[in-house]
C-alpha cells in the first residue's frame, strides 16, 4: 500500500531563516509520482512541484528547493531565507499514475498529514 | 487554461439535512474530475472519481455520494448529513490532457455540520 508521512505537525521559524520540510513516502510501484502542495490560510491548495522516479534529479525554483533520494524514499522541501508569506499547511503527496485526463488515469493522489509552517517576522 | 468552480464556499447545515455540493470546470473537455475531503487537521483523502458522464468510482465507503449529470459537472451528495461528516470539501481536476499534467484543485467549500 502507498503512504505518505510527514513528521512534523508544526514548523514555526524566524524570517530569513532556511527550513525544511521532510517527507518519507512508501510504495511497491517501480514508477511513481511526488508532488508537493501548498495550503495557505485561505484554503486552496496551490501545486508546487511534480517530480518522477526515474528524475532524481534536485530542483531548484527561486527560494525553493526539493531534495528526491530514492534510497531513503524521501523527498524533502526547504525554503530559503523564509518569509512571512511563506506560511501555510505543506502537503507532501504520492501518486502510481501519471496525470492527464484519460480512463486509465484515476487520479489517486495520497496525501501526507501536512506540515504547518509559521514563519514569523 | 483550466478553471475549477466550487461552491457555496462555507455552509453550514444541522445533522440530518441533505448536503449538495456542487463543482464546474471550465477550459476542458472530458476531464477528470475529484473529490478531495480534508477532515480538520488531517490531510486529504479522496473520496470519489469521475473519468466521464455517469462514471463514478467510490474510494470509501460514506454516508455521500457523487454525481456527474454534464460533462464539466461534478456533484457532491447526501440525504443525511452525519457530524463526522464536517470538513473542506476540495473539487479537483488535471490542470490540461497531457501525461505529466498536475492535478489543480478549486478553492473549496468548508462544510459545519451542527
Known amino acids: 500500500a502507498q503512504k505518505v508521512t510527514q513528521a512534523q505537525t508544526e514548523i514555526s521559524v524566524v524570517e530569513k531563516e532556511d527550513v525544511t520540510l521532510d517527507c518519507v513516502y512508501e510504495?511497491?510501484?517501480?514508477?511513481?509520482?511526488l508532488f508537493w502542495y501548498k495550503q495557505p490560510p485561505s484554503g486552496e491548495l496551490v501545486f508546487l512541484i511534480r517530480?518522477?522516479?526515474?528524475?532524481?534529479q534536485n530542483e531548484i525554483s527561486g527560494r525553493y528547493s526539493w531534495n528526491f533520494q530514492k534510497s531513503t524514499s524521501s523527498f524533502n522541501f526547504t525554503i530559503t531565507a523564509s518569509q512571512v508569506v511563506d506560511s501555510a499547511v505543506y502537503f507532501c503527496?504520492?501518486?502510481?499514475?501519471?496525470?492527464?485526463?484519460?480512463?486509465?488515469?484515476?487520479?489517486?493522489?495520497?496525501f501526507g498529514q501536512g506540515t504547518t509552517l509559521q514563519v514569523k517576522p | 487554461s483550466q478553471t475549477i468552480h466550487q461552491w457555496p464556499a462555507t455552509l453550514v447545515q444541522p445533522v440530518g439535512s441533505p448536503l449538495s455540493l456542487e463543482c464546474t470546470v471550465e477550459?476542458?473537455?472530458?476531464?477528470?474530475l475529484y473529490w478531495y475531503r480534508q477532515a480538520a487537521g488531517r490531510g486529504l483523502q479522496l473520496l470519489f472519481y469521475?473519468?466521464?458522464?455517469?462514471?463514478i468510482s467510490s474510494e470509501v465507503p460514506q454516508n455521500l455520494s457523487a454525481s456527474r449529470p454534464q460533462d464539466r459537472q461534478f456533484i457532491l451528495s447526501s440525504k443525511k448529513l452525519l457530524l463526522s461528516d464536517s470538513g473542506f470539501y476540495l473539487c479537483?481536476?488535471?490542470?490540461?490532457?497531457?501525461?505529466?499534467?498536475?492535478?489543480?484543485f478549486g478553492n473549496g467549500t468548508r462544510l459545519t455540520v451542527t
Open positions: 510504495t511497491r510501484d517501480t514508477t511513481y509520482y
Open positions: 477550459g476542458t473537455s472530458n476531464p477528470n
Open positions: 479537483a481536476s488535471y490542470r490540461d490532457r497531457r501525461r505529466n499534467s498536475p492535478l489543480h
Open positions: 503527496a504520492l501518486s502510481g499514475e501519471a496525470g492527464g485526463h484519460g480512463s486509465s488515469n484515476t487520479g489517486k493522489l495520497i
Open positions: 517530480r518522477n522516479s526515474f528524475d532524481e
Open positions: 469521475s473519468v466521464g458522464i455517469g462514471q
